[in-house]
């Protein structure tokens, strides 16, 4: 079946440390994205691919890394820079950017401890 | 001012009524519209996209008023199963596209 696979689904990070989350899709889409959401919160866009070796920022970019490789492959690492990472973490893709339905992978919910 | 704006509700309404979601946009380079669902601790999935013309599927109507830079999602014979927030995506060109997601508006239905 296609569909895009997040993991850890729980990830649990110590002050300080670096963390990476996953994202593979076997869609083929050219498009992934990074979300990051709160409580009670909409999707806010942290980073965006719109093909391999390419990405750009989105609107809270600061203090997260991404890497862009494999078209198939857009893993986000957040990094100790980040004061504030905990949060629900959604990676999405489509067929291009801004262009029809964005598919969601399951979500991985960071908490610092 | 948010370039989305949705209420954000609660929206607590019995099964069987008829309920109306708005969602305003700001920026008149908006180009597709789409309406997402969102349960609980879940990830968003596409509920439909939304058209000039208007369109509906099942007891779902979506309407976009391009003059008054809104769109709205009406649900007819609301069912326990619609309890939701209901997320309101614009997307517009911005060197390539942007994609913007309402904060959602939440809605409980009770029996």
């Known amino acids: 079946d296609g569909g895009i696979t997040q993991s850890p689904k729980y990830l649990f990070r110590k002050e300080g440390q670096n963390v990476t989350l996953s994202c593979e899709q076997n869609?083929?889409?050219?498009?992934m994205y990074w979300y990051r959401q709160d409580p009670g919160q909409g999707l806010r866009l942290i980073y965006y691919?719109?093909?391999?070796?390419?990405?750009q920022k989105g609107d809270i970019a600061e203090g997260y890394s991404v890497s862009r490789e494999k078209k198939e492959s857009f893993p986000l690492t957040v990094t100790s820079a980040q004061k504030n990472p905990t949060a629900f973490y959604l990676c999405?893709?489509?067929?291009?950017?801004?262009?029809?339905?964005?598919?969601f992978g399951q979500g991985t919910r960071l908490t610092v401890v | 001012r948010k370039e989305v704006e949705q209420d954000p509700g609660p929206f607590n309404v019995p099964e069987g009524a008829t309920v109306a979601f708005n969602c305003t946009y700001s920026?008149?380079?908006?180009?597709?519209f789409f309406w997402y669902r969102q349960d609980c601790r879940k990830e968003p999935k596409l509920l439909m996209s939304?058209?000039?013309s208007g369109n509906e599927d099942g007891r779902f109507t979506a309407q976009l008023n391009r003059a008054s830079q809104y769109i709205s999602l009406l649900i007819r014979d609301s069912k326990l199963s619609d309890s939701a927030t209901y997320l309101c995506?614009?997307?517009?060109?911005?060197?390539?596209?942007?994609?913007?997601f309402g904060a959602g508006t939440r809605l409980f239905v009770k029996a």
């Open positions: 691919s719109q093909i391999v070796n390419d990405f």
């Open positions: 869609l083929n889409h050219d498009a």
């Open positions: 999405a893709s489509s067929i291009q950017q801004g262009t029809g339905e964005a598919f």
């Open positions: 920026n008149s380079a908006s180009q597709s």
């Open positions: 995506v614009v997307t517009r060109r911005a060197g390539g596209f942007k994609t913007i």
């Open positions: 939304v058209y000039s």
